[in-house]
């Protein structure tokens, strides 16, 4: 079965001061891997994916992300917060074949201070 | 890029009213469309799978006749609430497949911009 994990529900950073939401999944199979942002009431914009080819994945924003398969990891970091970057970030794990369902963690919500 | 449309962003009706929300995929054809519910800060929670000229597959304790689904066409897929409840009050969420092929849009979601209902 899969699952994921993320590990903080909230994270407060400094503008101009590393990012890094943390991601734990767990999959029976060969898994693809979403990080996606979502302002408030707004739907979800997704900053990069993990589908079995590079294990650093750099997405939009300069975010980026690192598959590693001996930790079951896949944490999310950027070198630099933004005000912009404030927002809800979901880790998603799905199968890459089957149905395609997607699973959602339950979301870190990013704080950014002035 | 692929681009989910969804309509409307906000509705508010009377309890015991249906309401019907949108799904369109603009630029693509999505044989498979997903609608998600979200509570107040928590996450997306799968309602259930659309698929394209056949009966929706609805996840375990979501009511089928609560939520209606429609799939007649390859770019719409409609949520019917129907006799919305104030418990049904939430954020929804359609979302479609890129499928196909080894590109960046690969096994991808895409998804609407949400529909806050609100039932008085």
């Known amino acids: 079965a899969q699952s994921v994990t993320q590990l903080d529900s909230h994270v407060s950073v400094s503008e101009g001061t590393p990012v890094l939401l943390r991601c734990n999944y767990s999959?029976?199979?060969?898994?693809?891997l979403f990080w996606y942002v979502q302002h408030p009431n707004k739907g979800l914009q997704l900053l990069l994916k993990?589908?079995?080819?590079?294990?650093l994945v750099k997405g939009i924003n300069g975010f980026e992300a690192e598959f590693k398969k001996s930790e079951t990891s896949f944490h999310l970091t950027k070198p630099s917060a933004h005000m912009s970057d404030a927002a809800e970030y979901f880790c998603?794990?799905?199968?890459?074949?089957?149905?395609?369902?997607?699973?959602f963690g339950t979301g870190t919500r990013l704080k950014v201070l002035a | 890029g692929a681009v989910v449309s969804q309509h409307p962003s906000r509705v508010i009706c009377k309890s015991g009213t249906s309401v019907k929300i949108e799904c369109r995929s603009l630029d693509f054809q999505a044989t498979t469309m997903f609608w998600y519910r979200q509570f107040p800060k928590q996450s997306l929670m799968l309602m259930a799978t659309?698929?394209?000229?056949?009966?929706?597959?609805?996840e375990q304790g979501v009511e089928k006749d609560k939520f209606l689904i429609n799939h007649a066409s390859l770019t719409l897929s409609t949520l019917t609430v129907t006799s919305a409840h104030p418990e049904d009050s939430s954020f929804y969420i359609c979302?479609?497949?890129?499928?196909?092929?080894?590109?960046?849009?690969?096994?991808?979601?895409?998804f609407g911009a949400g529909s806050r209902l609100t039932v008085l």
């Open positions: 993990y589908t079995s080819a590079a294990t």
């Open positions: 998603v794990v799905s199968a890459t074949s089957g149905t395609y369902k997607y699973i």
């Open positions: 659309s698929n394209e000229g056949s009966k929706a597959t609805y």
């Open positions: 999959s029976s199979y060969s898994p693809s």
């Open positions: 979302s479609a497949r890129v499928s196909g092929g080894q590109g960046s849009g690969a096994n991808v979601l895409t």
